[in-house]
């Protein structure tokens, strides 16, 4: 971000410091409404006071604003501090609103010696109205401030063209002048090898890493003049990891147009290749299950573990557990755990997929495959964050480059965390070549385009299933 400089993690905190002061704000009203509704007395201030300083109005006065700051935060409402728009925010707050007003009814009032003016829908709507009203204030506060930035020109996103065509240049003119409340700055155009230069001064395409890196680029922006979906791919593949939004028009990637979202309606429709179509608070309920779930299991399991862990040892020579780096999440990578279910020197001929009846696994290994339970260590990346229970099984980057040869779209899975079972594993199962892993990687394509955390239980659901039939490989 150009211009006055707006930290990202400081613009976080601020809404989490607004959230934290208004929760606190509505919940000593809500207990000011408790105090007259259990009272039926006239105002004193003295019982006012001794009520509020009593220890149980105490402990829930600190408590419950954590509480409400969890839910906002599972509602995605501070995974992109930037770019919100005021009416989304009024339904966002409208509906959190009445969630907490329900919990609140639910879990004190209905604990409260309430008359029956308590339980009717007058006192319901006031405490909706104190948290929706207090909270939207101070978020409405946060958002306007922003918005002038940007109105101003004092903040912008700088970002880069891949493209010198006079297609790209009528992209940014489109784009500079649209009504998007966030408004974009564009650094340089880069040069795609083939095409024809609309200006001299643009860069050559082998520098966009360096460049990026060096100008802390917000976004890249896909405008070839003539390029087939697979150049496409394979241009995205090379830039994920810079880890920055990877944007194209919608007419480039026509099979790929369902799933543009539209943040500002006045702003130039892109498509971001980079984002799975999740939505912010199903990505946090996701995450908060898998992290739940698998300290829960690696509890649960901990015997499991250790007599696997005696049986691997007793088996074969070598170490129990087996760290393979691994792809994930924006080409990132990262060492997966697993139970050794091969010799120790099973690829001193260099990376292979196993298959049936391989002589490298082990006794023990074919047992633990089978049932899948050489896969339980993973559930400690999916804590660390590196994976998610469900999502696209992650490779080694030897055969992604040869699967990428074939299959382009397989850029695409790197839009979320790779899972330890897959809809591709529930469906085809582990793959003993390359051909295998492509055609694999087509369920795991279809997984990103339908993501849900329905989707995501029916997957487990499966996976268990496949688990006590013994049909791993």
Known sequence: MIG????????????VLTDWITANLAFILFNILRYFDQSHATFRLDALVNYLTQTKICLEQFF??????????????????????RFGELLNTSVISAFITIILHLVLLTNDQMSDISSNLVQILMIFAIFFSLTF????????TQIRQFKNRNWRYSAVIVGNSKKAHELAKKMNESKVVISNSIEVFF???????FQ????????????CKEHDIDQIILAPQKMDEDQILNLVYRLFPLGKPIKLSPDTLNFMTSSIKLKDIYGY????LTHSSMSECEKNIKRTFDVAVSLLLLIILSPLYLFLAIWVKI????PVFYLQERIGLKERPFNIIKFRTMSTNAEKDGPQLSSDD?????RSGKIMRKYRFDELPQFWNVVKGEMSIVGPRPERKFFINKIIKKAPYYTLLYQTRPGITSWGMVQYGYASDVEEMVERSKYDLIYISNMSILVDLKIMLYTVLTILEGKGK
């Open 64 to 85: 419950f604003p954590i509480v409400i700051l969890a839910i906002y935060w599972l509602s995605g409402f501070y995974n992109r501090p930037f770019g919100k728009s």
């Open 358 to 362: 391989d002589p490298r696994v082990t």
């Open 4 to 15: 006055k400089m707006a930290s990202l993690k400081l613009e976080r905190w601020k809404l």
């Open 315 to 318: 088996d074969s020579k070598g």
């Open 191 to 197: 040069r795609i090898p083939g095409e024809s230069d």
């Open 200 to 211: 001299q001064d643009a860069l050559d395409l082998d520098q966009i890493e360096s460049f």
């Open 269 to 272: 429709p892109l498509v971001d």
């Open 137 to 144: 204030l101070g978020r409405l506060f946060i958002i306007n």
